[in-house]
């Protein structure tokens, strides 16, 4: 027996506030003039969406539906960090009650039992306005600098700066190298 994820949506918890604003990534990126202010707003969202992609993590608030089978126990939440479990359902759509279920962990949860199929859980996930990490803000500033200073170019990467990949690395829960 084993655990997996069978299918997951993520929803944006309300108006997207990035963490990092054009004012910011222009003076990172050392840019006095107004003319790419475009340009700058598709870089952010385009580099953290490249950091939640490499991560696992939310640097946004959103909602995450997750349906999921937790035959051997312990099925990890992999959108994090998590903020709130709504609700978790069987496969009849029937309200599990949270006396039958029991969640282990914080910010990064584990769902212990029941040992089921095909449940679906629904639960609040990513860093609340203003408390994203030192860290993650700057590997975006990077990964927006990366992507301003080669735009248009052909690189043969994986798009992400290698600074970037490998602050990425310290934050994913799945497989970190240091």
């Not at 301003?148 to 829960?173: A, L, P, S």
Request: aromatic share 12%; with cysteine.
């Amino acid at each position: 027996m084993y655990n997996y994820t069978i299918d997951h949506t993520l929803v944006y918890d309300g108006e997207i506030v990035e963490p990092v604003t054009v004012e910011e990534a222009k003076l990172y990126c050392r840019v006095t003039n107004d003319v790419e202010d475009g340009l700058f707003e598709d870089l952010i969202t385009q580099s953290r969406e490249a950091i939640e992609k490499a991560t696992g993590l939310s640097l946004v608030p959103k909602i995450a539906i997750v349906w999921f089978s937790n035959l051997a126990g312990m099925y990890q939440f992999q959108f994090g960090p998590v903020q709130e479990i709504t609700e978790i359902l069987d496969a009849e759509g029937n309200e599990i009650a949270p006396a039958h279920y029991r969640i282990i962990g914080g910010q990064y949860p584990m769902i212990q039992r029941p040992f089921w199929t095909d449940l679906k859980a629904t639960y609040s996930c990513g860093f609340p306005e203003g408390t994203l990490p030192k860290e993650l803000k700057i590997a975006m500033l990077d990964q927006i600098n990366y992507g301003y200073e080669n735009r248009g170019m052909d690189v043969d990467d994986m798009g992400v700066c290698e600074k970037t990949w490998r602050v990425c690395q310290r934050w994913t829960r799945t497989s970190p190298i240091l």
